[in-house]
């Protein structure tokens, strides 16, 4: 008996402890933030290029009862309308034209190797503008690429296999799994950044490379068949800069995971606001999954 007496007083004796330790809840005030542009750019074979301009903000803006998604009244605050887009290069300059809010896009810009692009960025509601300069790095093509279908894991997916030669010096990839529809009246939609269809990317080194001819293969897991017919995959030789910024963006995850941990300090080549401008112009190959083999 006295023995659990003992046992009580500890408890309580550890309880107001615990209790005399936990601090007080303090009251944060947090300034506000002001907003700044946010860029994001695509390459299209054929003189295409298109720029997603939109405006960045607070954390406090954004719920967790929003769960992944930005509410539509959020989005529309966040796209910049009627912006003012240019890109140089070579003593001209084209002006973008706006396919839909916060999407801006030229038909006629010509895409040089190693020639320096210079983007600038103006929104006439906020004032806000940005510049950014960047240079298109020489075209890589894949040498092959095929698909299969493989289980791995108790899973059916879709194995694609690829081969590319590797230039010489340093370089890095970015390989685009897309999945859709294919419209040949709109080759540019699959490949708009954020774009739905954007399934899944895979960031490559050839520092990682055995041989200046590198193969590779890659299990896709979501793709969905009866919902889509058609897996676009693009190649692209990309900045170092770039590389970093997408490796960092996807140890990120998620948009909520993004808003809930710790903040990620992504590099940027935008003077004035934030995101990414580049001209890395894609190898495009387009599958239709109806013929695969079952």
Request: a negative charge; one cysteine or more.
């Amino acid at each position: 008996m006295k023995s659990f007496s003992l046992m009580l007083t500890i408890t309580a004796i550890f309880t107001l402890l615990l209790m005399a330790c936990t601090p007080k809840p303090l009251d944060i005030q947090l300034d506000d933030v002001a907003p700044k542009l946010v860029v994001a750019s695509q390459v299209i074979p054929n003189q295409i290029m298109i720029v997603t301009l939109s405006k960045s903000f607070s954390a406090l803006e954004f719920s967790q009862d929003d769960s992944d998604s930005i509410p539509d009244e959020l989005l529309d605050q966040l796209l910049v309308t009627d912006g003012t887009v240019t890109i140089s290069y070579l003593g001209q300059t084209d002006t973008l034209y706006m396919v839909v809010p916060g999407l801006y896009a030229s038909i006629t810009t010509p895409q040089y190797d190693n020639i320096d692009y210079t983007l600038e960025a103006y929104d006439p509601y906020t004032g806000l503008s940005v510049t950014s300069t960047t240079r298109m790095l020489p075209f890589v093509a894949f040498d092959t690429v095929y698909l299969s279908r493989e289980t791995v894991g108790g899973f059916e997916t879709i194995r694609v296999d690829y081969a590319l030669n590797d230039p010489t010096g340093d370089n890095w990839y970015m390989i685009n799994f897309y999945s859709g529809y294919n419209d040949p009246n709109d080759l540019s939609s699959p490949f708009q950044e954020n774009n739905d269809g954007l399934a899944e990317t895979e960031l490559l080194s050839d520092q990682t490379f055995g041989s200046s001819y590198h193969t590779g293969h890659y299990h896709l897991f979501d793709v969905d068949e009866e919902e889509i017919d058609t897996l676009f995959i693009t190649l692209s030789n990309i900045s170092e800069e770039y590389y970093d910024y997408l490796a960092l963006r996807e140890r990120g995850g998620n948009l909520f995971s993004q808003v809930v941990s710790e903040p990620i300090n992504y590099p940027s080549n935008v003077v004035g606001g934030y995101g990414f401008f580049n001209t890395h112009h894609p190898n495009i190959h387009i599958f239709d999954l109806d013929s695969l083999p079952e």
